[in-house]
């Protein structure tokens, strides 16, 4: 691994100016892009042999990764658990540099107006790359400030920062080789997270449902801390098999979501499982893998995680607002 380690003094030692205006150009970019009309689908219903199921979420450690390793086991398993995949001394500092993101978005709507720091300077642009515009800005952040999310986007410093490390990491180049094309990223699911407690009960969902599934993606969970399983941090819940398409919506509280009864019955040969993370596993999956954060009434710490949502720079959720890698 390249990448060096992010640490405070580098972080705060950045041009906020210049990774603002980055982060704007990233953004801006992709203003008129429209997505191809029929891509070539990584997951192709119509193509694939259907997966087994098996109960299983692969796992393996960081050395053994490259592009084809991953499609593999996405096309089998729906997901991937690359093990220790950032080192302790590259990602130590996210935690705490995590909390002063949060910090900086719950400020006083006055305060945070004249605010521009490393952890909170948004591009100017933010409002009106939304697709229904500052409304949908607005309900965007009430939804994460609620769960204890905030946009990477948001916060140029600290989000310029992880791409560089994603890039010296390798992992640049792994997810292009994936998708078969350049990578972009997502506006609104580039997300740093701290979970609030008492957890939420997060409805089940596959992101394809409101992402669309004329795409190519990969996500990239990066738990920054101890989580799942009995740790007593939320990780989260995943039915650990290939699915190909969207699961019902019947019975659950939102369109995109998947009512309990119906993962219980659907997958009842197959039941979800809540795997263990470590700080700086890599787990990998995409817009078809159905998850919720984990849901338990007896959690007693937070988790800190990265959620990274990947498309290929021609076959991308315009709905999600693409930002330029
Ligand atoms: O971090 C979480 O709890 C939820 C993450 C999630 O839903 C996602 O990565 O799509």
């Known amino acids: 691994m390249n990448a060096t380690a992010i640490t405070r003094e580098n972080l705060e030692a950045r041009n906020i100016e210049a990774d603002t205006a980055s982060m704007r150009a990233r953004i801006e970019s992709f203003r008129d892009r429209i997505p191809a009309d029929a891509p070539r689908l990584i997951i192709d219903p119509a193509q694939s042999s259907r997966a087994a199921e ?10 053994e990764l490259d592009a084809a390793t991953l499609k593999a086991n996405i096309l089998s398993h729906g997901a991937l658990l690359v093990r220790d995949y950032f080192p302790a001394s ?14 900086a978005v719950d400020l006083p709507r006055e305060e945070k107006r004249a605010l521009r720091s490393h952890y909170y300077s948004p591009p100017d642009n933010l409002a009106s790359i939304m697709p229904e515009g500052a409304m949908e800005l607005g309900a965007l952040r009430v939804f994460n400030t609620r769960v204890g999310a905030a946009m990477c986007a948001e916060a140029p410093s600290l989000a310029e ?38 957890v939420e009960k997060a409805g089940w969902h596959q992101d394809g449902a409101f992402m669309g599934t004329d795409i190519n993606t990969i996500n990239l969970w990066l738990p920054l801390t101890t989580c799942g399983g009995d740790t007593g941090a939320p990780g989260m819940d995943v ?7 969207i699961v019902s919506a019947d019975g659950a509280s939102f369109d995109w979501a998947v009512a309990d009864s119906q993962v219980n ?49 021609s076959s991308f959720s315009k709905s999600q607002v693409p930002l330029a890698w």
């Open 54 to 63: 098996d109960g299983g979420i692969p796992e393996m450690p960081a050395a």
């Open 90 to 103: 590259v990602i130590s500092a996210l935690p705490k540099a995590i909390d002063e993101v949060l910090q």
């Open 161 to 198: 920062t992880l791409l560089e490390t994603f890039a010296a990491s390798g992992l640049k180049q792994l997810i292009k080789e994936y998708l078969g094309e350049a990578p972009c990223l997502s506006v609104k699911k580039w997300v740093v997270r701290r979970s609030a407690l008492p």
């Open 265 to 313: 019955q659907t997958f009842r040969t197959n039941p979800p499982v809540a795997p263990v993370f470590h700080a700086g596993d890599a787990f990998f999956f995409d817009h078809l893998y159905l998850h919720r954060t984990q849901y338990r009434e007896d959690f007693v710490r937070p988790r800190y995680a990265i959620e990274t949502w990947f498309f290929g720079e």
């Open 239 to 245: 039915v650990p098999q290939r699915l190909y398409d």
